[in-house]
């Protein structure tokens, strides 16, 4: 079974799938519902780094080139199309107003998004089939199990493409080699094997499920996980983290509108809190490394941690 490789030096995606599922479910929600410039550029500053401890600089660095072109893309497209705002820059040809606001807005939107796209790769990372197969197995089994197929489907036909490809130029047939007709023939011979395998083993998935009494009442499984003292101090944490931003977000603390004129939360002593325990919510998992490594060369030196 083809699977992502989880990094070992991660000791958050080593934590009970519980406080994983809890952790994104609460950095995905704030991320897509919070406007404020500043939650917004924690998020996307935390996912960033987190993308860096999971994936190494070689992943950091993908992850940066599919960001940073949305965030430029949003923020020239957005006052293009977009002209509300009371503070006028220029014109354009178009006779069309350029607004600050909307320079502002696009970049905010082209920071929601990407933050929301590095949150999702760190999180197909971390919440591995097993994991949801686990929290959700006896809930909802139909939905865990479409959900554990999708997450492992995507790698496991990258990686068959691929083979396929290979196989073919062995015989002649590289896909990037020839008249345009003939790749585009090889492309879909290509294409068509990868399909047609990727059905096989969807049936056999699914005849293999059921033989095994998936989904049936008073069906047991078996699991490595086990909730200890961390995972339980972990969640605690979450949840006041979780509770407290979002009361701030209730209470307008962490409001912020862009139209007609930029206004929003930003001084104080409650805004500010809630922006801290906010960053300190999606730093949790670097948090987490940091103290491990601290532990790993206090025992390298023979001092105690």
């Not at 086990?226 to 603390?253: E, M, P, T």
């Amino acid at each position: 079974m083809d699977v992502i490789p989880i990094p070992r030096t991660d000791p958050f995606s080593r934590c009970h799938p519980a406080v994983n599922a809890l952790y994104f479910a609460l950095v995905l929600g704030f991320t897509m519902f919070f406007t404020h410039p500043v939650s917004l550029a924690l998020s996307l500053c935390a996912a960033l780094a987190y993308a860096g401890v999971l994936k190494g600089r070689a992943g950091l660095v993908r992850s940066l080139g599919y960001t940073l072109p949305i965030l430029l893309l949003a923020a020239v497209l957005n006052p293009a199309f977009n002209h509300q705002g009371a503070t006028i820059l220029a014109y354009l040809p178009s006779g069309n107003p350029l607004t600050l606001e909307s320079i502002l807005y696009g970049l905010a939107a082209a920071g929601m998004l990407a933050a929301v796209l590095v949150w999702f790769s760190c999180c197909t990372l971390v919440m591995t089939a097993d994991k949801f197969v686990y929290l959700f197995g006896r809930v909802v089994p139909a939905l865990s199990l479409v959900l554990s197929m999708t997450l492992r489907f995507i790698p496991r036909f990258v990686h068959q493409l691929r083979t396929v490809s290979q196989a073919q130029r062995c015989v002649g047939r590289d896909v990037s080699a020839g008249t345009l007709l003939q790749r585009l023939r090889r492309a879909v011979t290509v294409l068509s094997i990868v399909v047609t395998w990727s059905l096989e083993d969807a049936m056999e998935t699914a005849d293999s499920m059921k033989g095994r009494g998936y989904g049936l009442p008073g069906r047991t499984a078996f699991s490595l996980y086990r909730l200890d003292s961390r995972d339980k101090a972990l969640l605690l944490w979450l949840v006041f983290c979780g509770l407290y931003v979002a009361a701030g977000w209730a209470a307008g603390g962490l409001s912020w509108r862009y139209y007609p004129t930029v206004q929003g939360a930003l001084a104080g002593a409650f805004p500010v809190s809630f922006q801290l325990v906010y960053l300190a919510l999606c730093l949790t998992p670097m948090g987490l490394a940091l103290g491990e490594a601290r532990t790993w060369r206090s025992l390298r030196g023979g001092t105690e941690p």
